[in-house]
């Protein structure tokens, strides 16, 4: 059964902007992956923002690599990499081809499918996210907007509370650019990285 607050889906124009606008707006929105009949849903709650050429801890501020030349391509693709020889990471890709860019899913919410109920099992940082959805490095490069979306999708919650406290603060765990306000989350939820940092509200 079909979550009743998703709402339409997030097309590729959503994220052709700056990856800090996209991972403001990300959150509240709603992740659905799919897995055969299963269906899953997730609410955002915590993500971090990571530019090209002006933010050196990107993946592409020196340029394209192996690993990281998905973030030069289009925008609403995915960028999954391997952290620690463990844990999946899941980047959504932002603005122009010209533009390398990608925003860091942090954290959600898994919520019910079947009744609608909104307290599900909080994914708190990166690794727990993708691996309570099932997310791996086969879903690198899969693009996520509306005419291509069988296995992994974002889309608009019709809960409009869902995004009304969002908090930013820097990034987690950066030994570069570790003063940049490019982390975005939603103010007290249990989803949420624990972070000593105080939060820039507004």
């Known amino acids: 059964m079909k979550y009743s607050l998703v709402g339409e889906p997030l097309g590729r124009e959503f994220f052709e902007h700056a990856p800090d606008d996209v991972a403001r707006a990300l959150i509240g929105s709603l992740l659905v992956v799919r897995d055969g009949v299963t269906e899953h849903v997730a609410m955002i709650v915590e993500t971090e923002a990571y530019g090209g050429g002006n933010d050196p801890a990107s993946h592409a501020f020196r ?3 192996k690993r990281s030349a998905i973030m030069f391509g289009p925008a ?4 999954v990499y391997l952290i620690y020889g463990v844990h999946w ?3 959504v890709v932002t603005e122009a081809s010209d533009e390398p860019s990608a ?9 019910s499918v079947d009744d609608g109920d909104a307290h599900g099992t909080p994914l708190r940082g990166p690794g727990n996210l993708t691996k309570g959805l099932g997310i791996t490095g086969n879903d690198n490069g899969l693009d996520c907007c509306p005419d291509n979306a069988g296995r992994i999708s974002f889309h608009r919650s019709l809960d409009t509370q869902s995004s009304s406290k969002v ?36």
């Open 89 to 91: 990471c899941m980047n």
């Open 103 to 111: 925003v860091l899913l942090r954290g959600a919410q898994l919520l």
């Open 167 to 202: 908090d930013t603060s820097v990034r987690i765990g950066l030994s570069v650019e570790k003063d940049r306000p490019s982390r975005y989350f939603l103010h007290g939820h249990e989803a949420v990285s624990k972070f000593v940092a105080k939060p820039k509200i507004g």
């Open 63 to 65: 340029g394209p690599t």
């Open 76 to 79: 609403g693709y995915l960028y």
